[in-house]
């Protein structure tokens, strides 16, 4: 496999500098990029970097995850509008062991094959690194002239950020120039990959190389994914979409991928998964034929799902999503965990009910009525119960009277109450 084609037909290439698809047809090249261990997890807007270190080494090339611990300390001025927190070593140590966790789930890092996969802490090699010794081996080979010609450092100057620029986030080049130094000379790494808002901290790297010891390296951006409409891709109401389960449910995790639009599919299944050119091709094709069907969004989610959790944890959010819209079961909906349960019914409407009256046992209609308004008047709920139009559980109530009690609990706390074939209201017991 080429990388570079690869890359190229999925859409992941932005900026490359001339000489980087020679090199790669040359020999296998050792390449690395950064992620920022400002928290315990990956979020989806790093994906678009995992999946480049992925096709990378299945091209047969070397990756090195690089985990920005020294850096991460400071904050990269690029994108962002205000300075970040500063971290201290023993959460960033916390942090680092997640990550590579996360990546072990797309990259080889435990064979002896010659391209297996490092993690990398810049950490590791800048916490003795005195400010003499930066300012004697860094900063007297790039001038100021340069730095301030950076995209990322003339944003903030004109005023995109309230307070300016520290002197500590206009040296982030610098830094992250001297981890490509530093592993060009220690892993002959000769290659740095990103996003697109990272090529000017990039260039900085291969400035100070060239500047330093007279090596040539190379850099190759993919594009800042974005949705259709131009918004920020990766961001819900609830804010980011982790990769890890604790964050977000891996229903939640598949639910977003089945939810994106058509023209988001056609792209994110090239960015976000590994199938082959023919067959995307052919799924876009069946897609357009019958674009109801939803076929490139099931594929995508069962994919990435597959990739990020599980298989099991795939059939788990499938067979939620069946609760509310398919012909499930009583039995499925007592299997669900209370976190997928609470996002399965994120948004209908929720009525608290009395868990003493309830274990004490009250019938179905003086229980949709009178301690929770699910209807508003007890001869629409007969009505309704008669038309066989109401389930408690996903059972449907053949009698109003019918006695509800603690064993109908799901997760010894809810009840799902349905009115019709879309109407559904979660009785949470206190």
Sequence with gaps: MNFVEELKWRGMVH????????????????????????????????????????????????????????????????????????????????????????????????????????????????????????????????????????????????????DGLSFTEFTYQLLQGYDFLHLYETKNCKLQLGGSDQWGNITTGAELIRRTNGGEVFALTCPLVTKADGTKFGKTESGNVWLDARYTSPYKFYQFWLNVSDEDAKRYIKIFTSISREEIEALIAEHDQAPHLRVLQKRLAREVTVMVHSQADYDAAVEASNILFGNSTSEQLHKLDEDTLLAVFEGVPQFEISRDALLAGVSAIELTTEMAGVFPSKGEMRKLTQGGGVSINKEKLTAPDTKIDGSYLLNDKYIIVQRGKKNYYLLIAK
Aim: hydrophobic letters at 35%; a negative charge; glycine letters at 8%.
């Design 15 to 162: 900026t490359m500098m001339p000489g980087t698809e020679e090199l790669l047809e040359k020999e296998m090249v050792t390449a690395y990029l950064g992620f920022d261990p400002t928290a315990d997890s990956l979020h989806i807007g790093h994906l678009c970097g995992v999946m480049m270190l992925r096709h990378f080494q299945r091209c047969g090339h070397k990756p090195l995850a690089l985990v920005g611990g020294a850096t991460g300390m400071i904050g990269d001025p690029s994108g962002k509008s205000q300075e970040r927190n500063l971290l201290d070593e023993e959460t960033l140590r916390h942090n680092q062991e997640c990550i590579k966790k996360q990546l072990s789930k797309f990259l080889d890092f435990e064979s002896d094959a010659p391209n297996h996969a490092e993690l990398v802490n810049n950490y590791d090699w800048m916490k003795d690194f005195t400010f003499l010794d930066f300012a004697r081996t860094v900063g007297k080979h790039i001038t100021v002239n340069y730095m301030m010609a950076k995209d990322s450092v003339q944003k903030r100057l004109n005023g995109e950020a309230r």
